[in-house]
């Protein structure tokens, strides 16, 4: 009989496997015989899934662990002892795969991408505004787009996703510093979002601030095709 291989995975492996999985440690459970995805990821988690609920594993092993791999059986133990015990009758497949390094998820939409059209095409925020400078630097951080507006005087605009109170909070702060400034001065504000929340309209109108909801597949040039009922 050979010995278990013990060690840490540096690759994602995948195994299909008819097997039956126990979990040993402060809470058990048991999975039955059936036919399984067995993932195991380069960061050392193993993960146990059906073909089904998506991307929710039916029983899994968070890092740090180590796998002890005999025939027919893995152990798989954590730093307090507990084990994740997959007894495999059948392999169907096995797999591994160098991914590398991920990049991230990148959200469509997300505020700096918002900025950078807004950016080119100032023109969005009112008839006659041009661009200054983006992140505009202050002592409290820099102010997401500085315009000139069609009256000649400066305009701050903060730029989100979605607008709420923190964000006029936040642009009334640098209203405060900018119109210190006299090579600034007049200095006014827009708060522009793709979504802003009543309350946030409400408080930005009281202090002055302009509101300005923005279209991002406008932004983009996008055109969609579906028929609307409005």
Known sequence: MQP???????RMRLVV?????????????????APRLVMVKADGS????????????????????????APGVWRVVNKAGEELRIQLAEILHDSTHQLGVDPGLR??????????????????????????????????GPVDLLCRDPSGGTAAVEVKRRGEIDGVEQLTRYLELLRRDPLLAPVSG?????????????????????????????????????????
């Open 46 to 69: 193993v993960s146990v899934h059906a073909d089904d609920r998506a991307y929710k594993p039916l029983n899994w092993m968070s890092p740090p662990c180590r796998i002890e791999e």
């Open 107 to 140: 959200k469509d939409g997300v505020e700096a991408h918002l900025q950078e059209l807004l950016a080119a095409a100032p023109g969005v925020l009112g008839a006659g505004f041009s661009l200054i400078r983006r992140e505009y630097p202050t002592a409290i």
């Open 190 to 230: 827009v708060f522009a979002a793709q979504e802003i929340k009543p309350q946030a309209r409400v408080l930005a109108t009281d202090r002055g601030i302009r509101c300005v909801v923005l279209d991002y597949d406008a932004l983009r040039g996008v055109h969609r095709d579906e028929l609307t009922l409005f």
């Open 17 to 33: 496997a008819v097997c039956e999985v126990d979990y040993i440690g402060r809470l058990a459970a048991h999975l039955p015989m």
């Open 4 to 10: 278990p291989r013990i060690g840490y995975p540096q």
